[in-house]
């Protein structure tokens, strides 16, 4: 069964301390998609990345970097010299290919980490 | 281009009423989701409309419904509350029903059943 695990429930950093949140994923499909999302105090949910399984290639945009490996289904994030507004809760979610879902794409979330992040 | 939204953005009900929560899509978008997000967990997959049809639901009662309109509009219709449906509902929309397709979240309805 599908299932994304989120180990760290609350994260606490001073301003401008590197942070990893981590997951942890677990499919028998050979094509999926791996997602994460922020989730300020607002609620809406805000895109960040998007992966497939046949890229394993780090990724790096501004403060935030992504390192998925897949030799231990992790998709682990990054936030360099944290800043208070990247405060909120962040999921990891997995997406399998229509052909294995059965037609549609689900999300499959994690519980989420709470990062706060203070000045 | 026109974000996903929502209403209402809060609602209160009591245990036996129904209720209608609707979206709007993002412009360009088919398909929309619905997820159901209780207090400090992550969300959960509702079901999905793709083109007016529900092609995928998850582990959720018949009492959870939905409509797709012609304009891709969607509502989640809610009968014979209970206290456990109290959460946030979120709405996504997407282009088609791919894996790889992002899915654009609204802000959510605060549902909260007494």
């Known amino acids: 069964a599908q299932k994304v695990t989120q180990a760290q429930t609350e994260i606490s950093v001073v301003e401008k301390e590197d942070v990893t949140l981590d997951c942890v994923y677990e499919t028998r499909d050979t094509t999926y998609y791996l997602f994460w999302y922020k989730q300020p105090p607002s609620g809406e949910l805000v895109f960040l990345i998007r992966r497939n399984s046949f890229d394993e290639q780090n990724e790096i945009s501004g403060r935030y970097s992504w390192n998925f490996q897949k030799s231990t289904s992790s998709f682990n994030f990054t936030i360099t010299a944290s800043q208070v507004v990247d405060s909120a809760v962040y999921f990891c979610a997995l997406s399998e290919a229509p052909a294995t879902s059965g037609g549609y794409n689900k999300l499959i979330f994690g519980a989420g980490t709470r990062l706060a992040v203070h000045p | 281009e026109t974000g996903v939204t929502q209403s209402p953005t809060h609602l209160i009900k009591t245990r036996g009423q129904q209720v209608t929560l609707r979206c709007s899509s993002q412009?360009?978008?088919?398909?929309v989701s619905w997820y159901q997000q209780a207090l400090g967990q992550g969300p959960q997959f509702i079901f999905q409309?793709?083109?007016?049809?529900?092609?995928g639901r998850g582990n959720f009662p018949p009492r959870f419904s939905g409509l797709q309109f012609p304009n891709y509009s969607s509502e989640l219709n809610v009968n014979a509350l209970e206290l456990d449906d109290s959460a946030l509902y979120l709405c996504?929309?997407?282009?088609?029903?791919?894996?790889?397709?992002?899915?654009?979240f609204g802000p959510g309805t605060r549902l909260t059943v007494l």
């Open positions: 996504a929309s997407s282009f088609g029903t791919s894996g790889s397709g992002e899915q654009f």
């Open positions: 409309y793709y083109r007016e049809e529900e092609n």
């Open positions: 412009s360009g978008h088919n398909t």
